[in-house]
């Protein structure tokens, strides 16, 4: 009579696995994305991720997770991470790495000449033309989206 | 018998590595680490990666711009006040960074039409209008208004339209080449897909889906999921005063009601308001100087 492997066997084998699974991983969800000394907007910043990272979870604190990231341990507020990896699109990484800085070439780009021909087709008024590449060069910079969120009580300094 | 406990460790391993995984996203989600819809992402994300074929960013962005010039000229242009644009951008900004697509840039504007109604363009190019800023209450309204229109870029609901558009034309990839060097297809493009941006409206899903994905995205900020809801539980009394609102979105009670059983899920829903900021930036005239 053949035997398969005893329940116990199985059992100890799932813990085993359930073990090494519980150290997941998750993703950075945003460039510049902060990796904190402290579980809080005032801990000091240890490195500035970029947008898909892989971070390991050590535990979680709060509304922070304690994450351990090319070789450094800190924690990144928790609606930060993602547990799919972002598409980081065929220019995204070099664009998203540059707009916070508030420039990059295609970024800055504004209107393609694709588009422009289009204007120029279809009688778009320059009014119009121009009302585009100023929506484009409008930016709001990393500090200006920080301190907007910090008086507000928003993401990190949510209460 | 060593072949049939191979294949059950094996087996084993396979049903508690993914199990494990959904426990700790799951276990994060329903602890508000993460959010919820980041807990349930493995399996989307691989629905949604076959059903699209993607159309670069490049591209995208073409088509984008070329759409934002109609919007443009159709809806009354800029809104000439500057500290409302920086307002809008700022929020817009700020629920981009937490959705699902931070990588690309977004441009968020005010356009002068007095009608209710907000758009978004492929590539980040994402409209309010006076009409519909006049409308609201408080900032967590904008910021639920602005995380549907970014839903619908991060989830290229127009560009799934656009592919379908490809489809009927038979052409096999939409490279920016083909865009430059084929005006009469690109114009047709544009005509499609303001068509069904500004006057029939994506599919029904499609707006429901941003509803309750850009909610979350509002959320994961931090403002109270509430915002769009009660927008659309006012303007439930009113949307026959907008046309093309009417025509581009289902209708606002069928809304509420979904929107309502999506924030049940979110614990906890509520967050700041920020009703004072947005009187400040948005009613009262600027500063003297």
Known sequence: ?159 | MKIRLALMISGLIALTGCGAGKFVGGALAATGVVDERTGKAIGASDNLTNAMKPIGFEEEKSIGGAVALVALSRFGGLDPDQRLQKYVTAVGTAVAQFSDRAAIPYHFAVLGSKEPNAFACPGGYIFVTRGLIDQLNDEAELAGILGHEIAHVSEKHALKLIRKMKMLGGTAEVTAAYLDTNPDAFDKIIDETVKSLFEKGLDKDKELDADRIGVDYAHRVGYDANGLKDFLNRWAAHESDSKTMKNTHPGAKERVGLLTKSIEKMKPATGPRLAERYKTWVKDPPPPG
């Open chain 1, 1 to 159: 009579m053949k035997r398969g492997p005893s329940p116990l066997f199985l059992l100890l084998l799932l813990f085993a696995f359930a073990g090494t699974a519980a150290a997941a991983s998750l993703y950075v969800r945003a460039n510049g994305t902060e990796l904190k000394d402290k579980a809080s907007p005032g801990g000091a910043v240890l490195t500035k991720l970029d947008i898909g990272t892989k971070v390991d979870v050590v535990a979680k604190e709060g509304s922070w997770v304690k994450v351990t990231v090319k070789g450094k341990t800190g924690y990144i507020f928790g609606q930060k991470l993602s547990e799919d990896k972002p598409d980081k699109e065929r220019f995204g990484g070099a664009v998203a790495a540059t707009a916070s800085e508030g420039d990059s070439a295609l970024a800055l780009r504004g209107l393609s000449p694709t588009s422009e021909k289009y204007a120029e087709r279809n009688k778009i008024k320059p009014s119009d033309i121009a009302a585009v590449k100023e929506m484009e060069k409008r930016k709001a910079t990393a500090d200006e989206i920080d301190r907007f969120l910090r008086e507000g009580k928003l993401g990190e300094y949510a209460q």
